[in-house]
């Protein structure tokens, strides 16, 4: 199993690879949307590039949770609902969510994910 | 003038690579007016036709059902500008292909001298884009034109036939041609 430190190298391999960005830039507490600039479809390549890399097959809805934020039950008025919450958290015990459980607005969700909680998430894949 | 950036395929192995080549000429032009009295091809016409010889082997893969689309050029790298009048070879092998996407790593070589080397990212459109790219009949057409279906082989070597719904559009385009 790789450490910690192989897991941070290699994720930030793929991201200076996939977002162009320079390796300095990414730091554990980087945002991918805000800090990365990382597009929708960027998060594509950034699967490809990490599924390459660690030999591990990554489900979609495990990073992303689309099914959740459009679901009515989850979502109301913009907003995820306390069910909601615990949705993802159930789903991305990786991610750390306590800065959007504050103003869970849909809206910023795209822009949760960290370099770590990426990191985070890996160390589980490859844990399997 | 039409938008095909590859003239025939040379090779075509079903879900693994794809070979094809593009005849540039001085009397296109986009190649003169792109830099006047040097006339290089330029950089994104080559990564067009990357994309139609990756993109056809991405949507071969799935039988034509899926619309391809080249979602991101994730790193191109050009070592030469070929000068408008060589004949370009396109290799591009298929990395990875998930439901939602495919990989491809792309050389581009004028004879045996390599050009560029380029990754490409395809996307599989969803229902959230629901028009269509291509009318099929006028699809097969220019896969034919390719000579896709005269040099594709499956992983098995076997000829790849092809695909039931786009014969029928051609069938349904020669019965009643003005409805296209």
């Keep these: 199993m790789p450490s910690k430190e192989e897991v941070l190298e290699k994720v930030t391999d793929a991201l200076v690879d996939a977002l162009g960005v320079d390796e300095d830039e990414v730091t554990p507490e980087a945002t991918m949307v805000g800090d990365l600039g990382a597009e929708s479809i960027d ?21 992303f949770p689309e099914d959740i934020l459009t679901n009515a039950e989850y979502v109301k008025e ?3 609902t306390d069910a909601g919450i615990a949705e993802l958290k159930k789903r991305m015990p990786f991610a750390d969510l306590s800065k959007f459980e ?24 490859v844990a399997d | 003038m039409r938008w095909f950036w590859i003239d025939r395929f040379l090779e075509f192995e079903s ?31 080559i990564i067009e036709g990357l994309a139609q010889t990756g993109g056809l082997l991405v949507g071969e893969h799935g039988g034509f059902q899926e619309r391809v689309v080249l ?10 500008y070929p000068i408008a009048g060589t004949t ?23 004879g045996d001298e390599l050009q560029a080397e380029v ?62």
């Design chain 1, 102 to 125: 504050t103003n869970p607005q849909v809206q910023d969700f795209g822009n949760l994910l960290t370099v770590n909680d990426l990191c985070r998430y890996i160390e589980t894949k």
């Design chain 2, 15 to 45: 879900g693994v690579r794809a070979v094809a080549y593009k005849n540039t000429s001085i009397t296109e032009d986009h190649n003169d007016d792109y830099q006047p009295s040097y006339p290089i091809v330029p950089a994104s016409t």
């Design chain 2, 119 to 180: 990754q490409l990212m395809f996307a599989q459109l969803d229902d959230r884009f629901p028009e269509e790219l291509f009318e099929p009949a006028n699809f097969l057409r220019m896969l034919r034109l390719f000579d896709l279906f005269k040099v594709g082989r499956t992983k098995d070597g076997q000829p790849i036939a092809i695909p039931e719904h786009l014969l029928e559009a051609e069938r349904l385009d020669m019965a009643a041609p003005e409805a296209n």
């Design chain 2, 71 to 80: 979602a991101k050029v994730a790193k191109a790298t050009f070592h030469k």
């Design chain 2, 88 to 110: 370009l070879t396109y290799t591009v092998e298929l990395e990875d292909i998930q439901p939602d996407g495919a990989f491809c790593q792309c050389t581009v070589k004028d």
């Design chain 1, 43 to 63: 998060f594509l390549d950034i699967v490809f590039r990490l599924e390459k890399a660690f030999g591990i097959e990554i489900p979609r809805s495990e990073l």
């Design chain 1, 78 to 80: 913009g907003k995820v």
